[in-house]
């Protein structure tokens, strides 16, 4: 069976417990405006350009149709680029990135074997991404595969995708790390592209049949965070708190901001990190002890 991934990272420490293989895939219905993996939202394949590592060396020049030099600078039109990948091949700063690349999932699960005798009794393999959910049919194989090889299993997932996909990876023991990223439909479809409907459905549906679940909020400073949206969110964790192992705020960063602007988009949310004094502001008004709220 066929995947589109766009990297493996390996020993990875902050995508679930113990030590993880983390297999990112390519495609994403939403569009979150602070992602910090942008170049996972397109499911096609990408060329990430780095300006920054850039020493204009010419090299990527000869043969491209998609570069120029103008005013003796290189440019890069992309609307020609055929991704090719000889750009990739003759830098030598590695500027050019090909993302998106076809695996068969025995292919990844030899990838993920490698690192079994890491794992211990915690660790495992995490199906990240962009949204495995968009994959259904690969992520469930992997899920299947996993547990036949007794490596237990994280999915992270936003919850938009159809709900057998939901039903069926519930049928496995893995745990579900699920985003709760606005909870007012108005802002969640302003924010992400999609209302946040289907991702509650599923939830609900989770919560119902007793699954693993470590709920993740993603709070940006004067985005997601206003007294409204921390109200609403409180109001949630409290009512199903019997329903979730553990709520994790996943402070904002800007680490998407150089992978966006390498893949050609315009950065339109905060430009720095999230300040201590929010971060304290949120767990308070999550009433972080009695909800099983902490800082990830």
């Known amino acids: ?68 030099v103008q005013g003796g600078k290189f440019s890069l039109n992309r609307t020609v680029c055929t991704l090719c990948g000889q750009c990739v091949s003759v830098c030598p700063t590695q500027a050019n990135k090909i993302i998106g690349i076809e695996m068969q999932t025995d292919e990844i699960l030899q990838q993920v074997l490698r690192d079994k005798p890491f794992f211990g009794d915690n660790g495992g393999l995490t199906l990240s991404g962009g949204e495995p959910a968009m994959q259904p049919t690969v992520a469930l194989d ?32 893995i745990l579900f790390y699920y985003d709760l990223k606005a909870l007012c439909p108005e802002k969640h479809k302003a924010l992400t592209g999609v209302d946040n409907e289907i991702t509650l459905a599923n939830l609900e549906y989770l919560f119902s049949v007793n699954s693993h679940i470590v709920l993740r909020l993603p ?52 430009n720095q990190n999230a300040p201590l004094e929010q971060v304290d502001r949120w767990l308070t008004a999550l009433n972080a002890k009695e909800n099983k709220v902490i800082l990830s």
């Open 1 to 68: 069976m066929t995947a589109r991934i766009f990297d493996i990272q390996r020993f990875c420490l902050h995508d679930g417990p113990g030590i993880r293989t983390t297999v990112f895939f390519k495609g994403c219905p939403l569009h979150c405006v602070w992602c910090h993996n942008p170049e996972s939202q397109q499911i096609q394949t990408q060329l990430m350009y780095f300006e920054s590592k850039c020493v204009q060396c010419g090299l990527c020049v000869p043969n491209c149709q998609a570069r120029d």
């Open 219 to 270: 709070l940006i400073q004067g985005v997601n965070d206003s007294d409204d949206d921390l109200r609403l969110l409180a109001e949630f964790l409290s009512k199903h708190k019997e329903h979730y192992e553990q709520a994790q705020i996943m402070k904002y960063h800007i680490l998407g901001k150089t992978k966006a602007i390498a893949i050609g988009r315009v950065w339109t949310a905060p």
């Open 142 to 173: 992997l899920i299947e595969k996993a547990e036949q090889c007794k490596i237990g299993t994280v999915l992270e997932t936003s919850g938009f995708g159809q709900t057998a996909f939901f039903e069926q990876a519930a049928k496995h023991p």
